[in-house]
């Protein structure tokens, strides 16, 4: 889980706050008729831009950011292929694999020992398997962009909070009391837009898009893995080969290499 995205909500919730506190504005600020027309006028129109389907994806991804990650990172992808290439080495090669029960990263590497068994070929098995790898990057590009689009949108649907508003209180010049609904409404629909673009759109875009390209980078080490297994290579060999995808895994590996130097 991602620490990070939890300590920045609750800052961005506690800085909202404190602003809505200072300003004094609190009562407009949480207007009721801002809030359901921004709300519901973003929800409408996401309906319209999207699918269902893409709906529940992007969600799904957004909820999922703040739960405990399906998604290995390089480290523990590289223990792993290495335990798997040392017992493939050990009883016979790929084939030894077949029967390994696990959903490591959301059950990728265990399809792609299957289709490497099944096609024996390397070539086929990294082309069925890029496929797969293409489609899960599409995805989250389109759940990002989903975020991006309710980015947009949700600020002109401020906007046109704060032009009803308006309109509203040029008609109550005369009722004061009016008047100052109509402001609320106006000042109420513009903050939520502003807020819910840059304090939550804006960022979990990104968010999603950051963890895209992180699962993508896995997704190829394990590929990677899989197809040196297949091929038979010995595990330190592999080991050097997936060690090029993690940062860390290179430095322990050249300060390792650095202790097994004979002194002069």
């Known amino acids: 889980m991602d620490a990070s995205i939890w300590i920045g909500f609750l800052s961005i919730i506690g800085l909202v706050s404190w602003a ?3 300003a004094g504005f609190t009562s407009s600020s949480t207007d009721v008729y801002g809030l ?4 519901g006028g973003l929800i409408t129109s996401m309906m319209v831009n999207c699918s269902l389907g893409d709906l529940k994806s992007a969600f799904i991804q957004f909820f999922s950011l703040f739960m405990p990650s399906n998604v290995p990172s390089p480290e523990e992808a590289i223990e792993q292929i290495i335990a798997l290439s040392k017992k493939a080495q050990k009883e016979g090669g790929i084939l030894a694999l077949q029967s390994e029960e696990t959903n490591f990263a959301n059950g990728f590497l265990k399809k792609a020992v299957l289709v490497a ?3 024996g070929e390397s070539a086929e098995t990294r082309r069925i398997m890029e496929t797969h790898i293409r489609r899960v990057r599409v995805q989250r590009q389109e759940d990002a962009n989903t975020f991006r689009t309710m980015a947009v949108l949700s600020p002109m649907f401020g906007l046109l909070g704060t032009l009803l508003g308006m309109v509203h209180v040029l008609q109550s010049m005369s009722d004061p009391t009016k008047a100052a609904s109509g402001m609320a409404l106006a ?3 513009a903050f939520i837009g502003i807020a819910i673009a840059n304090a939550v759109c804006v960022p979990i875009a ?3 898009r950051l963890n895209a390209m992180k699962e993508t980078m896995v997704l190829d080490l394990i590929l990677e893995g899989v197809l040196d297994i297949a091929a038979g290579k010995p595990p330190y060999l592999i080991e050097m080969h997936l060690a090029t995808y993690s940062d860390k895994r290179q430095t322990e590996n050249a300060a390792t290499a650095a202790e097994n130097v004979p002194p002069k």
């Open 36 to 39: 359901i027309l921004v709300i």
């Open 187 to 189: 000042l109420s629909s």
């Open 117 to 119: 068994v099944s096609t």
């Open 20 to 22: 809505i506190f200072k």
């Open 206 to 208: 990104g968010k999603i």
